[in-house]
């Protein structure tokens, strides 16, 4: 990977050195022998990287790397520096420096520092540009947010994704974006150009599960009528994303680690090892410790599969960005039922704040789609949310309006039956589809209805064939 640099020395030797050896290397280099020359090479080429000599003569490099940093707060700096100045140089990291080189800069060592940098900015990119599409995916950039705990665990996915095969637990509440974050993992890491697989070891039986997860041999069961490739062979040199992983029995379990152990498997009714180069990333809403304290869950595996653990917080407990969550959504609910709320009132964002939030994003991105279909206005109040009765444990917000006809108390202003009808109908589709993992056959075969049918119903209702939250 190649990029722009700048030099700065105030020796001209170690200064052409250095511009020589990156030119050769196939980096484009400007370079500079003194503060002056060093801001204005900055401020022109907005270079990747600084190479930036602590001792400048009459120059400061400390003052440098400062002003370097208040045109650029995320401004990539490399010091040099001579061993009497080491100590010199981890303040100038404590300033911002990324590293430091040790003067006489070896020639190996400078390209390597070079090419790790230049690769973890390129991550980052990728990080900013997958935020993105999230956030027109989604409606809305909920893995970030403005929430420290938030801003931590991206910070732990940069630093784990630096490794190919080290495995991942992400642990988290139902709803929260566990496979949303497995995603990022994958497409931050040098297995972003190869496949990402994922599987729900809760929707399927154990028979099932092994069949998708191995694959099997023809012959190796009734239905069996040829041979059947499994998620972890399809998904050699890149990510297999386990969700409740949790689910799986004794029996999987075993077996799953044996693959992370030897990376090798066999196909259900096989004989011969087959090898795999994948990265496990798995999810769970259960306490493992717990299930393995309760013998249900076997604690080699569970230390196999969490050696970097994730912890996403709930909802709850993630202050501000509940607003703004919600404002997305609203947002996103807008366009796609053609109404126009432009906010919440004051005593709704109070009541969005004070629900605990059992369901996390996928129950508020519910509630907010429901409050917007149901309802029309200026602003959404708290009458709207319905939210009193569900903070008690009593009743589902999104369908207090529906319970209330049930029970015969039907609005003197009249109740919108079309719309809750086709509100309830997408809510059954959204689940059955998550239910078989986006297979509209079975999906159609559960509904009682053709599958061209079904198609047309998810596409009226902008439903994906994959759930983003998990």
């Known amino acids: 990977m190649k990029g722009t640099i700048l030099v700065v020395d105030d020796h001209d030797s170690i200064r052409h050195f250095l511009s020589e050896t990156l030119e050769a290397d196939g980096h484009t280099v400007a370079a500079a022998a003194n503060a002056a020359e060093a801001l204005q ?3 022109e080429r907005d270079p990747d990287i600084v190479l930036l000599d602590i001792n400048l003569g009459s120059d400061s490099g400390f003052d440098v790397l400062e002003q370097i940093r208040a045109l650029r707060s995320d401004a990539t700096v490399v010091m040099i520096t001579g061993n009497a100045e080491i100590r010199s140089a981890v303040d100038a990291m404590r300033l911002g420096a990324v590293d430091y080189l040790p003067k006489p800069v070896d020639f190996d060592h400078l390209l390597l520092v070079i090419d790790r940098i230049l690769h973890q900015q390129k991550k980052s990119q990728v990080l900013d540009r997958l935020q993105q599409s999230r956030r027109k995916e989604f409606g809305i950039d909920f893995v970030t947010g403005e929430n420290s705990k938030m801003q931590k665990v ?3 996915l940069r630093q784990v994704a630096v490794s190919d095969t080290t495995t991942v637990l992400i642990e988290g509440e139902s709803g929260t974006g566990k496979e949303l974050i497995a995603h990022i993992l994958h497409q931050l890491g040098n297995r972003a150009e190869g496949p990402l697989l994922d599987i729900n070891c809760a929707a399927l039986p154990e028979e099932l599960l092994e069949s998708e997860l191995f694959g099997h041999e023809k012959g190796a069961y009734t239905d069996a009528h040829q041979q059947k490739k499994g998620l972890l062979e399809l998904a050699d040199n890149g990510t297999l994303f386990l969700d409740e992983v949790g689910e799986m029995s004794l029996a999987m379990q075993v077996k799953l680690l044996r693959v992370l152990e030897k990376r090798q498997f066999r196909r259900v ?4 090892d087959i090898s795999v180069d994948v ?17 249900r869950f076997r604690e080699d595996l ?5 050696v970097v653990p994730i912890e996403l917080p709930p909802l709850r407990e993630r202050g501000d960005d509940i607003t703004l969550v919600a404002t997305h959504f609203l947002e996103q609910f807008n366009q796609q039922f053609r109404k126009s709320f432009r906010g919440f009132t004051e005593g709704a964002l109070r009541t969005l704040h004070e629900y605990s939030w059992p369901g996390n994003i996928r129950e508020m991105r519910n509630l907010i789609e429901r409050t917007v279909l149901l309802n029309n206005g200026e602003r959404v109040d708290r009458a709207m949310l319905g939210l009193e009765e569900a903070a008690g444990g009593e009743s589902d917000p999104g369908m207090q309006a529906m319970m209330d006809v049930l029970d015969g108390k039907i609005p003197a202003e009249g109740f919108p039956l079309e719309e809750t009808l086709n509100l309830i109908e997408r809510e059954i589709i959204c689940q059955v589809n998550e239910r078989v993992q986006g297979n509209q056959t079975r999906a159609a075969r559960i509904l009682h209805m053709n599958r061209d049918k079904l198609r047309y119903r998810m596409k009226q209702y902008g439903i994906d064939r994959e759930s983003p939250v998990s």
């Open 279 to 295: 990265r496990i990333v798995s999810a769970t809403n259960r306490n493992l410790a717990k299930e393995v304290q309760a013998g």
């Open 302 to 306: 569970y230390y196999r599969l969490k």
């Open 154 to 156: 991206i910070d732990l």
């Open 41 to 43: 090479a900055f401020a």
């Open 269 to 272: 009714g096989g004989v011969k």
